[in-house]
């Protein structure tokens, strides 16, 4: 049970670390909570600051759902906690050590609890657990964005994808290395990031959604450290 604690918490922290906010405040000097949507993930660095600090944070939002499912679920103090036989230990480990750094990125302790909304921390989560998947899915997000500029519906096409291509995968083709939790994990994170994108989903009905203009520096960002 030690064991589990540990990963739990220290998973917590490291997805706690803002990304984003530090981001924009060491090489803009700027708080990307206080422009565009006031999320402090990566999709608002986008708009706010173009692609290259959008591309920056999105890769530290990733890595820290990779290495909370990839390198610190691997750590054994004690047994793991029995009960749990229908399931494959190591990887519902994974998914809860996956969990709570997602729950760190959305609540960080070190960015007074204000943070994103959990999608690059969930997909680092899902490439340490299925990474052939996730490059399908990766696939579909590049292929929504470049053709709608519209980064959250780039987000959710992709993740409403992920479970869809593990059914598939599982089901279809018979790939029964992928756990059912990580389906369930799946369509649980799909319906959670369509949620949470709600404001995105009434602005994109009315036309109002912000796109990516040329994936460069927003207009009035270059070279002044504000709007």
């Known amino acids: 049970m030690l064991s589990l604690v540990v990963i739990l918490v220290l998973s917590y922290l490291a997805g706690s ?42 890769i530290v939002d990733l890595g820290k759902g990779l290495f909370a499912a990839g390198i610190i679920a691997t750590i054994r103090l004690d047994d793991l906690p029995s009960g749990l036989e ?59 964005l470049f053709s709608s500029r519209y980064v959250s519906l780039a987000s959710m096409s992709a993740a409403v994808s992920f479970p869809t291509a593990v059914a598939i995968r599982k089901y279809v083709f018979g790939y029964d290395a992928l756990d059912t939790s990580i389906l369930i994990f799946g369509i649980i994170f799909a319906l959670g990031i369509v949620i949470a994108h709600r404001a995105n989903i009434k602005r994109l009905l009315n036309g109002t959604e912000n796109r990516v203009r040329k994936f460069r520096l927003a207009r009035g960002m270059r070279g002044r450290g504000e709007l």
């Open 17 to 58: 670390i803002p990304g984003s906010v530090w981001v924009g405040k060491w090489l803009y000097g700027i708080d990307v909570r206080n422009h565009g949507s006031g999320n402090a993930g990566a999709t608002n660095v986008f708009r706010v600051l173009g692609w290259r600090a959008g591309l920056l944070s999105a």
């Open 86 to 144: 229908f399931w494959h230990i190591e990887t519902f480990v994974r998914l809860l050590a996956g969990i709570a750094a997602i729950v760190g990125h959305m609540f960080p302790v070190w960015a007074r609890f204000k943070g994103g909304k959990g999608v690059n921390t969930t997909a680092g989560v899902l490439f340490a657990l299925t990474p052939i998947t996730m490059w399908i899915v990766l696939g579909v997000f590049v292929l929504v």
